[in-house]
């Protein structure tokens, strides 16, 4: 796996290097109570309504234009949205999607300066919904969240918070 190539080849020629993994991101205990729920995204296309948490301490150093804090913790949590009688995809009066109570599928991306991956210091682990790591294939190396946020490296390897620090900043 290339991370590994990566965390050996530093680790001969820079001391000791942590290699991260799925092992290593942990997912935060009552993170819906202690994290702040910055942005709600609607997926029709997956009838999912997604909640994005970042941890108080990372949303409250982020800065404008700067790579995000060391011990950002950014959460994903996967709601199916609510469906009619016929199937088909329920509204608010707002126009949203109606998320089900249930979570699915946690995802969970953290920034640790003593790791070394592909993403620079970025790592990415897949919980289900009863807070155990993901067993399937994919989450065992999430290679996959690799591969899908290293086209924002403008962006700090995120999505929707670089964005969401932009927008608050005026």
């Keep these: 796996m290339k991370r590994t190539a990566i965390a050996l080849a ?10 991260a993994g799925p092992d290593e991101v942990k997912l935060p205990q009552d993170y819906q ?9 609607d997926r029709f296309d997956r009838k999912r309504v997604r909640r994005m948490y970042v941890n108080p301490e990372a949303l409250e150093a982020a800065t404008k234009g700067q790579p ?18 016929d199937e088909t995809l329920q509204f608010d009066d707002n126009g949203r999607l109606i998320p089900q109570d249930a979570v699915g599928n946690i995802f969970v991306m953290e920034k640790n300066a003593a790791w070394s991956t592909d993403n620079e210091n970025w790592d990415y682990a897949w919980y289900g919904a009863d807070g155990k790591p993901s067993t ?20 700090d390897y995120t999505f929707t918070f670089w964005k969401f620090v932009e927008d608050q900043s005026g």
């Design 10 to 19: 530093l680790s001969a020629t820079a001391g000791t290097v942590v290699m």
């Design 33 to 41: 109570k202690n994290f702040v729920n910055y942005l709600d995204v």
């Design 68 to 85: 995000l804090p060391d011990g950002t913790i950014l959460i994903m949590e996967d709601h199916d949205a609510m469906l009619g009688a």
């Design 136 to 155: 399937s294939e994919f989450a065992k190396t999430m290679d996959g969240c690799f591969a899908c946020h290293a086209n924002r490296t403008e962006r």
